[in-house]
């Protein structure tokens, strides 16, 4: 049985600790995948970009036809409630979800807009280490197109291809992995977005509808350009990974954190892994 971290839920109008169960075997959302989800952070007394965070949430339910029943602004107040019951600067994961609890009236497969249901939950989870480089490797797996899954989505059906992503990789002896667009081009690692830096200039993957834009993907490169840095968007293959002066990863989880070995070649934590950290780590705290 897992050991679950300090853990707070809020459904239906009311606080809960635990991981409370909250699905049944007919649940839509139990067995046809009808959930979304979104993921923001606390840290330093900070939830930097949570609006952003939230509005997605509400998008990605409609892209999965599903009902965004809370506005952006109740989820903050939501959290906002929620951060008290932790102890002050507390590393958490924000985590608001819908999901579909019935299927439509004429087919099961469909899920009923009307019965979406939302909760908000978050819990301790400590930042990376960002002294501790990950390895990567590439994937034997690739991204779906828009046109066969919900990708415009943060949606839990898209997970299982990630988690086998990362099982492969880890039985040989990688944190985490690159996955593919259909056309052979690099997308992202199982778990966040990807940069590189060649030469003085930063490049990440093009946002060309595979994978999930992220939020802290968007702020960091905002934040490299407004400070001077070119930082491009690109369409990337393995090889400029594999002959890159830096790699680092971003995303909501870790939010900027180095890569220390592609394949069997060990890397630094150089100036441009640094520099976009000090950046998001400044615009979190003056927000």
């Not at 989820?75 to 002050?88: H, R, T, Y």
Request: include cysteine; glycine fraction near 8%; charge should be neutral.
């Amino acid at each position: 049985m897992a050991d679950w971290t300090e853990t707070h839920t809020f459904l239906d109008g009311e606080w809960f600790e635990g991981n409370k169960p909250i699905l049944g075997p007919r649940s839509h959302a139990f067995w046809l995948g009808t959930s979304v989800f979104d993921g923001a952070r606390a840290f330093e007394g900070v939830t930097p970009d949570l609006d952003q965070h939230c509005a997605r949430l509400n998008r990605s339910a409609q892209a999965l036809w599903l009902k965004p029943i809370m506005s952006v602004e109740a989820i903050q107040e939501l959290v906002k409630d929620g951060l008290k019951k932790f102890a002050p600067g507390s590393q958490l994961y924000i985590r608001p979800m819908y999901w579909a609890e019935h299927g439509s009236t004429t087919s099961s497969v469909p899920p009923d807009p009307e019965s979406t249901r939302f909760l908000l939950t978050m819990y301790v989870a400590p930042l990376p280490d960002p002294s501790k480089g990950i390895a990567i490797t590439r994937s034997a797996y690739s991204k779906p197109l828009p046109m066969t899954a919900p990708t415009q989505a943060k949606a839990g059906c898209l997970y299982p291809n990630n988690g086998r992503a990362l099982l492969e990789a880890r039985e040989r002896g990688f944190d985490n992995c690159i996955l593919f667009d259909m056309l052979g081009n690099v997308a992202e690692l199982a778990t966040a977005n990807v940069f590189l830096a060649k030469d003085g200039v930063v490049m990440t993957p093009m946002a060309n509808g595979s994978f999930l834009n992220g939020v802290t993907r968007q702020r960091v490169l905002k934040l490299m350009r407004a400070e001077g840095m070119d930082a491009q968007e690109r369409t990337l293959g393995y090889a400029d990974f594999e002959t890159a002066d830096e790699i680092f990863v971003v995303g909501n989880y870790g939010k900027v954190t180095p890569v220390g070995r592609i394949d069997e070649r060990t890397l630094q934590s150089g100036p441009m892994f640094r520099k976009a950290r000090e950046l998001y780590w400044d615009y979190a705290h003056s927000r």
